[in-house]
């Protein structure tokens, strides 16, 4: 197969971008994506080029590191997958095929079609997380959680955190990243305690980064490799709205959970 | 959080107006005394006046604050972007909603103020009452008027129609049973609030009601 490639070029985060168009010969219909990028690249430094800066890592789906808009779609055509599982056949011979980076401005180009998401890693640091002692391991089925609930917080913990959300989005926002990470954490006993603070604080930190707001479009939803329902956006909403009422009744800031280890 | 409870609250009121000018088909006295019956209340009806237009201030005020964070947020537009989910009313809220704002202004200085069309603001009906009735059915006699107010229901069907729901979603009301009953809130919703507004334009321009 062959396809005319229409990519974006960056040198660095504040270089003007513009697209190159390059051909890509002798495909075979079940590459994937990348290995069809890999084609190119190969070429490039065969001629003494720069080669096309893209980021990926497992190359199963699961890492969430591959981010490509293919023609004006996160991670491409299909849903429920990542770009790198995406695999020629799925385009007709002879097609044009546009690539571009994910575009935010939460997620500053560093070249090429490599975006910096350490965004998300921000707002995960602002309380993605819940605070527990070291030490031995809890023993199984100390905390019996019920099979719904588990299901649930699996559904949001399916979240790898690749951006697709806030590249589909038209404001760029990233409320179903954060809607996934605090539902799943809120649903189980584990998070409970520290779930105010932990909403407030990651949608403060979100909305520091420079994400937009929700517009309850659900194209986060649609483009989703893992499916992660909007309905999470709602639980996001209420967990807001309980975590307002929860800190209007005690004013003071609850103390660090880190405070104790510093 | 603001927008969508200011915006629920004029949800209401456009329903209630609605259901209120429906009397239309019971005869000119009794939309005359309905309408009588309001004025008749003036606090009443100046509290809800002074509350509908502060929601739409604040409604209005916070879309535009939050559209202007929103643009910033994606400096630099995608050169090729494609809807897959995304329906026309969602994608179109601002301008359906800027439609309706013209629309509504229109509304108040041609039925309300009766600026825009001053001969009938003072009549009287027989019960002494002000004769809104003749008001509207003049008013809808005129084809021009009737394609201005076609237009301004068809913005209200289009912001409706991803407003409701998309309120719903913002308060957090979400639950696996309810969701296609909640999705369907504002369609439905919408769907009536226009099919009455119609019907009584429609029911005057075709003689139906004179």
């Keep these: 197969m062959t396809f005319t490639l229409k990519i974006w070029r960056q040198n660095g985060p504040h270089e003007r971008g513009r697209f190159v168009t390059y051909e890509a010969y002798d495909v075979s219909p079940g590459m994937s994506f990348l290995e069809m990028l890999d084609g190119i690249n190969q070429r490039l430094i065969g001629t003494g080029e720069e080669p096309v800066a893209f980021e990926q890592d497992c190359r199963e789906g699961i890492c969430g590191s591959c981010s490509l808009v293919i023609n004006g779609i996160p991670h491409g055509p299909d849903q429920g997958i990542t770009t790198c599982q995406l695999y020629m056949r799925r385009f007709s011979d002879g097609a044009s095929i546009t690539i571009e980076p994910w575009r935010a401005n939460a997620f500053p180009i560093l070249k090429d079609l490599v975006v910096d998401r350490s965004a998300l890693d921000r707002i995960m640091q602002a309380g993605g997380y819940i605070s527990v002692n070291t030490g031995g391991a809890v023993d199984g089925n100390v905390l019996l959680i019920g099979k719904d609930q588990a299901e649930t917080a699996m559904d949001a913990a399916s979240c790898i955190g690749c951006g697709a959300c806030v590249a589909a989005c038209k404001n760029a926002s990233a409320m179903l990243f954060v809607a996934a990470k605090v539902s799943h954490l809120a649903t189980l006993p584990q998070g409970r305690p520290e779930r105010a603070r932990r909403v407030s604080a990651m949608l403060k930190a979100m909305d520091q980064e420079g994400f937009g707001s929700c517009g ?26 309980r975590a307002g009422i929860v800190e209007s009744g005690c004013p003071s800031e609850p103390e660090s959970p880190h405070a104790e280890s510093a | 959080m603001v927008i969508a409870l200011t915006g629920l609250g004029l949800v209401v009121f456009v329903v ?21 019956v309001l004025r008749d209340m003036p606090i009443l009806l100046w509290a809800v006046r002074i509350g509908l237009l502060s929601m739409a201030v604040f409604h209005i005020g916070l879309a535009l604050q939050l559209s202007m964070q929103n643009r910033r947020a994606r400096p630099l537009e995608y050169t090729i972007h494609r809807y ?127």
């Design chain 1, 216 to 241: 309850n479009q659900y194209e986060c939803e649609a483009v989703c490799p893992k499916g992660i329902s909007a309905r999470f956006i709602a639980n996001l909403n209420r967990e807001y709205l």
């Design chain 2, 16 to 36: 209630f107006h609605m259901l209120g000018n429906l009397q239309l088909f019971e005869g000119p006295l009794a939309l005359n005394r309905y309408a009588a």
């Design chain 2, 84 to 210: 897959r989910k995304a329906s026309i009313a969602s994608r179109t809220m601002a301008i359906s909603g800027m439609a309706l704002l013209l629309f509504v202004a229109f509304h108040l200085l041609h039925l309300t103020a009766g600026v825009i069309d001053p001969g009938f603001a003072d009549r009287r009906d027989p019960e002494g009452n002000r004769d809104v009735y003749t008001k509207v059915v003049h008013a809808f006699q005129n084809p021009f008027v009737v394609i201005l107010y076609l237009v301004g229901q068809l913005g209200l069907g289009l912001h409706l129609r991803h407003a409701i729901a998309s309120s719903v979603q913002t308060m957090g009301f979400e639950h696996a049973g309810l969701n296609r009953l909640l999705k369907a809130l504002g369609p439905v919703i919408g769907l009536i609030v226009v099919l009455g507004n119609v019907a009584i334009i429609l029911a005057v321009f075709l003689g139906i009601v004179h």
